[in-house]
């Protein structure tokens, strides 16, 4: 009954979206990807800000139902209540018909299982998208990285332009029409390429090039390079759309962290804590060990929860995050989650690391209090269902207030955590 609703809603809303599109003069840019598509959803969203009017949404609406409501600047209600649907419908009516004050819609489109991407084809064609990565996720039902690579580059099937990270794109499909795709990364054969990468007090100095002549540099307040990728695919969406690439300068260079997605906090005893807990997957994991292990400090701490959805690889991809773990670089790895604690932390021990099997996020944050030294840096990272390692952070936080800063903390999220 609830799929057969979902199909009525995605029809209605659906067609909706169309009629606006017909209707209205505005350019649709999606972001799909195994990861990092939200915070390179918010790093265009801030550049094109600076030039043009913009509609996104911060948070997840990316599956099929959602998606249009992003459109319109509508929440999502529940499923089964009717009246706040038939509200929706309306209000939609009214924005169909009158002056639609946007010259961009910014999408992210999400997938758990084969074919689900393309089912936007439905009431989507793309002026522009951007794949940030393929890497293993919800193996439970890709079985392979072909498989997931198919996907996501799925996407360029109803899409005019195809921005596409290279660095963390490596396997490309063979009925892909390059002629739409342009490539960006650091790697040889970028159209358009990070260079001249140097690390600052908070951050990185950096130069973006189009077919090797430099087109833009500034820095930003990171924490790993890895985040240099969105303010570079946002840059070379503005240079093809012709925008002003020293107005977007001010808007997009600065903090680029969001909650939960390599985030700096202030921590006890005047230590850092790199909050990464928004998900995880094995290649996301690695990057955020390498960028713990990239400062100089006298403890690092790893705080590595479950990686959830991967099926049948689940035990040999948790292996290889514990042998993965540098006891030269790691003074502490604690995890969270039954595969963290029963593949993950045994590895870690023979790789020579000291390690501490917790048993829930609070739990872990808990015994880590007394263990911080002053100075040290904290990474934590995990999955979100069943793992929640953001609750991980809060008794180590400096600042209480900083709570409001973490992944989840709203009535429902914490509801579903079994904390209140």
């Known amino acids: 009954m609830k799929s057969i609703?979902?199909?009525?809603?995605?029809?209605?809303?659906?067609?909706?979206?169309?009629?606006?599109?017909?209707?209205?003069?505005?350019?649709?840019?999606?972001?799909?990807?195994?990861?990092?598509?939200?915070?390179?959803?918010?790093?265009?969203?801030?550049?094109?800000?600076?030039?043009?009017?913009?509609?996104?949404?911060?948070?997840?609406?990316?599956?099929?139902?959602?998606?249009?409501?992003?459109?319109?600047?509508?929440?999502?209600?529940?499923?089964?209540?009717?009246?706040?649907?038939?509200?929706?419908?309306?209000?939609?009516?009214?924005?169909?018909?009158?002056?639609?004050?946007?010259?961009?819609?910014?999408?992210?489109?999400?997938?758990d299982a084969p074919g689900q991407i393309s089912q936007f084809r439905k009431y989507l064609h793309l002026d522009i998208a951007v794949l940030t990565s393929v890497a293993l996720e919800h193996m439970e039902f890709f079985e392979t990285l072909h498989k997931v690579a198919e996907e996501e580059w799925s996407v360029s099937f109803f899409s005019d332009k195809v921005f596409v990270n290279k660095d963390l794109c490596q396997i490309i499909p063979e009925n892909i029409d390059y002629k739409k795709v342009l490539f960006y990364g650091k790697d040889f054969?970028?159209?358009?390429?990070?260079?001249?990468?140097?690390?600052?007090?908070?951050?990185?100095?950096?130069?973006?090039?189009?077919?090797?002549?430099?087109?833009?540099?500034?820095?930003?307040?990171?924490?790993?390079?890895?985040?240099?990728?969105?303010?570079?695919?946002?840059?070379?969406?503005?240079?093809?759309?012709?925008?002003?690439?020293?107005?977007?300068?001010k808007n997009i260079c600065g903090e680029i962290s969001f909650s939960g997605r390599m985030r700096r906090l202030q921590g006890l005893k005047n230590s850092t804590i790199i909050d990464d807990t928004y998900n995880a997957s094995p290649d996301a994991v690695k990057m955020a060990l390498?960028?713990?292990?990239?400062?100089?400090?006298?403890?690092?701490?790893?705080?590595?929860?479950?990686?959830?959805?991967?099926?049948?690889?689940?035990?040999?991809?948790?292996?290889?995050?514990?042998?993965?773990?540098?006891?030269?670089?790691?003074?502490?790895?604690?995890?969270?989650?039954?595969?963290?604690?029963?593949?993950?932390?045994?590895?870690?021990?023979?790789?020579?690391?000291?390690?501490?099997?917790?048993?829930?996020?609070?739990?872990?944050?808990?015994?880590l209090r007394d263990k911080v030294k002053t100075g040290a840096f904290i990474l934590a990272k995990g999955s979100q269902n069943g793992v929640f390692a953001e609750e991980a952070i809060k008794p180590l936080l400096a600042n209480q207030s900083d709570i409001s800063k973490l992944v989840r903390q709203d009535a429902e999220w914490m509801k579903k955590k079994g904390l209140v």
């Not at 007090?201 to 077919?211: L, Q, V, Y």
């Not at 993965?324 to 020579?352: M, Q, S």
């Open 290 to 367: 390498d960028t713990l292990y990239s400062f100089e400090a006298p403890q690092r701490i790893a705080i590595l929860g479950m990686m959830n959805e991967l099926g049948e690889i689940s035990e040999n991809e948790h292996k290889k995050i514990g042998q993965y773990c540098n006891p030269k670089l790691l003074d502490l790895v604690v995890t969270i989650g039954k595969d963290a604690n029963n593949f993950l932390a045994p590895e870690a021990r023979k790789a020579g690391c000291e390690v501490y099997e917790a048993k829930n996020s609070t739990e872990a944050g808990i015994f």
């Open 189 to 249: 054969g970028s159209f358009y390429k990070i260079e001249n990468i140097s690390k600052t007090k908070n951050g990185f100095a950096f130069s973006i090039s189009r077919e090797g002549k430099e087109i833009f540099n500034s820095s930003c307040e990171a924490l790993s390079e890895v985040q240099l990728y969105s303010i570079c695919v946002a840059v070379s969406i503005a240079d093809v759309l012709k925008l002003p690439l020293e107005e977007i300068k």
């Open 5 to 111: 609703l979902k199909k009525i809603l995605v029809k209605i809303l659906g067609g909706q979206v169309k009629r606006l599109r017909k209707k209205h003069d505005f350019k649709i840019i999606g972001v799909v990807g195994s990861m990092g598509k939200t915070s390179t959803k918010i790093a265009i969203a801030k550049a094109l800000m600076s030039c043009k009017r913009v509609r996104y949404q911060e948070g997840n609406y990316n599956d099929i139902v959602s998606v249009p409501l992003v459109f319109f600047g509508h929440k999502m209600p529940p499923i089964w209540n009717f009246l706040a649907w038939f509200r929706i419908f309306i209000k939609n009516e009214f924005q169909i018909f009158f002056n639609y004050p946007f010259d961009i819609v910014l999408v992210e489109l999400g997938t």
